[in-house]
């Protein structure tokens, strides 16, 4: 991976860098280090500003894992369909609506959720490193959802008010009264 920007969070927020990627439209990865344990780390895919997929190295924080733990997908077949997508070469959310396992609305209200979760953790933490660069892998590149940044700072940031506000842990499964993050307009 080519690196294109790196710092500390306590320098650059990670709303700044949502920010700043989505208002110049930047196609990239945003990879989120020294959170929770040094070697772990989270990432945002970028497509002209946009987000169109995150992950990370803790199971319950990567896609298939998440559609499967809030019941939109069951874990033997969204297995199957990660292995399937892999073997043809296409992306896993466009593989997932392709054979009718998900719909885009479905999938992008889960990555939505996941993402949520993903920056209230980082965002919370109030430490870490970050890196920019790319490019994005082919397999990611291209699908189908795609995210705006400006709901999901403001939902994770009154998440992490909230918690603060009520004595909540960081992190808790504790929902409160709106949902994740809007879909980017077209």
């Not at 650059?12 to 110049?24: A, G, R």
């Not at 790319?134 to 189908?144: E, F, V």
């Amino acid at each position: 991976m080519n690196i294109y920007l790196e710092g500390d969070l306590t320098f650059m927020p990670l709303p700044d860098l949502l920010q700043w990627i989505e208002q110049v439209r930047k196609s990239c990865i945003l990879s989120v280090t020294g959170i929770d344990d040094a070697s772990a780390t989270r990432s945002f895919y970028f497509e002209n500003g946009q987000i169109i997929f995150c992950s990370s190295d803790h199971a319950q924080e990567r896609f298939g894992e998440y559609l499967t733990r809030v019941g939109q997908l069951e874990a033997g077949a969204m297995k199957t369909a990660l292995l399937e997508s892999r073997k043809l070469g296409v992306c896993f959310t466009q593989y997932l609506i392709d054979s009718r396992l998900a719909t885009l609305e479905t999938l992008t209200n889960s990555l939505a959720g996941l993402a949520e979760t993903i920056l209230v953790g980082v965002i919370g933490s109030g430490k870490g490193r970050f890196m920019v660069g790319g490019p994005i892998p082919g397999l990611i590149r291209g699908g189908p959802v795609r995210l705006g940044s400006g709901h999901l700072i403001l939902d994770s940031l009154r998440k992490l008010d909230e918690a603060d506000r009520y004595g909540k842990a960081v992190g808790s499964d504790v929902s409160f009264d709106s949902g994740p993050g809007t879909p980017a307009g077209p």
